[in-house]
């Protein structure tokens, strides 16, 4: 399940700022038997001032289908900027109008700096 | 001690905010423990965030009053950077607001000792401005027996209120906050003719240009640059066209400028200013003040001048 935004401004930049959700072949089932499950959703490349309008949607279409805890990895996101993060801490508010717990984990150092602004850091310094 | 006012006219409305300086264990224990009493008097909340030899005189001189206090915590632990630093406070003020009429605060910044410490005079004079609404009183307390001149000159420059025995009273040496930041910041030079230049129109360009010319003698500080750098070039192309960047070395230091042609800071004591939790923007500044380790604002001129100073 892709979302891509409606319109991207940014031409070719969409492919590494897409959402995306993978099949994992190595996802580990708990009866220890090999499956294919969903991983979790990532953001990656490049989410700055210019792209939130995009990617805002995106992520509240990908992450709101149903209540509980979704994660959003940030391992690969490159970088992100206050706009982003804004972004970010907006869509956190409103998935969590529909029930849903987003959780973003694995940031880099300098997009952890941003998260903070909007108090998206648990206490342990990890993405809340 | 008949007649003393440890608050003057304070009303509990406002922010007070004192600079104290002490020399022996008597002048201490002789402006601090009226300072207490008082506030247990009134029913306001009395916290103490102290270094070691505050906390064991006035342990010894509040006795059991020790427990009616709000906190009575170690400073030394609470320095992490003047940005961490302040916005931890920040947010331990907001949950104050929240939950008390007015409150009271016996603080002293111990880490003024130390060199990487002595930048926080600039969040105290930012103090005044950012929490005029807020309604305590902070009694700042240095130990002149620990702390340089300058350190103690700062003081007398950052804090309204001082001293007088009996009553605060207004300080003479003080300073507006902008006045104060201008004058401890890094002095504004010519840029040096070898200053790497470019001009910008979009933020995504800025960054590669950036990331291209730290790539290698700058590598451990590329990141918080890059993000610092562009947070300013977004705040630049929105009243400008374009903003030009310039980035030379200079001694052990990174600087970088950011220029642009607009109508210049309306403050520039905006990137001390913590801010507000409901705030939807305005904190690229902050963060980009945040992530350097100065900053420079060029006095006049036109548009908007700013060095960021990024050590190895």
Known sequence: MIHWPASNRAGSVVVVTALRRWYSPTGLHPGDHVCWTFADPALHGEVDHDLVDDVFPALVDLTGGSPGEVVLDLTDLEFLDAAGARMLARAVRLLAQTGVRLRLIRPRRTVSHCLELFDLLDAQGAAA | MTGIRPTGDWDGSTFAHEGFTFRTDRELIDRVVPFVAEGLSRGEPVLVVAGDRVRTLLADELGADVSRLAAFTAAENWWRGGHDTLRAYDRDLRVLHASVPTWRLVAEPVWLGREDGRKWS?????????????????????????????????????????????????????????????????????????????????????????????????????????????????????????????????????????????????????????????????RGMWLAWGLADDVAVAPGGTGARIRLYFSR
């Open chain 2, 122 to 282: 600039r969040y105290e004079s930012v103090a005044n401005r950012c929490y005029a609404e807020l309604p305590y009183y902070s009694l700042c307390l240095h130990d002149a027996e620990r702390l340089p001149a300058t350190v103690l000159e700062a003081v007398a420059r950052t804090h309204p209120l001082a001293w007088a025995g009996d009553a605060p009273v207004a300080t003479p040496a003080y300073q507006d906050p902008q006045q104060f930041i201008r004058s401890v910041q890094p002095a504004w030079g010519e840029r040096p003719r070898n200053a790497a230049v470019l001009s910008v129109v979009n933020p995504r360009e800025a960054r590669h240009g950036v990331q291209a010319w730290l790539a290698d003698a700058w590598e451990a500080r590329a990141d918080d640059a890059v993000l610092a750098i562009h947070e300013l070039v977004i705040n630049a192309l929105r009243v400008s066209a374009a903003a030009e960047l310039a980035c030379w070395s200079e001694a052990d230091r990174l600087v970088v400028e950011v220029a642009d042609q607009g109508p210049g800071l309306p403050d520039e004591t905006t990137g001390y200013v913590p801010p507000g939790k409901t705030q939807e923007g305005g």
